[in-house]
């Protein structure tokens, strides 16, 4: 077998601070922060002069870890934060949650807001929120 398992998703954000804030709100867990510098970190991500901070980020069953990075240098480039769900690449992360309409009020405080409707489908209650940086995620609440 080539791969044992998924180790992290990275997500990169320019605002680490309030990124870390979302994902906390969300029910993550800080696990770690770093600041990386250094040629093998350059070499790693195939740029001149990396300066990064990163959060690694647990899920409450210590299963999951979510990795924001925030590069320092070389600068990124603007991109655009409210792109559609339907744009090639990776678009959403997803968690499953106890009570998803609880937590898309708390998440309001930290300028979340609805990509499109809370909808019952499948057996669960499910929705799209974006939140920091355009960064979309998918909550769904178990119901059957």
Known sequence: MAIQRMDHVGVVVNDLPAAVEFF?????????EATIEDEAASRIVGLDGVRSEIAMLQTPDGRRVVELVKFNSPASPEGEDQEPAHVPGIRHLAFVVDDVEDLV???????????????????YKLCYVR???GIIVELAEVTQ
């Open 131 to 133: 939140g920091p940086e």
């Open 105 to 123: 009020g708390r998440m309001r405080s930290h300028d979340a807001a609805l990509v499109g409707e809370l909808v019952s489908y499948g057996g």
């Open 24 to 32: 906390v709100e969300l029910g993550l867990e800080v696990e770690g």
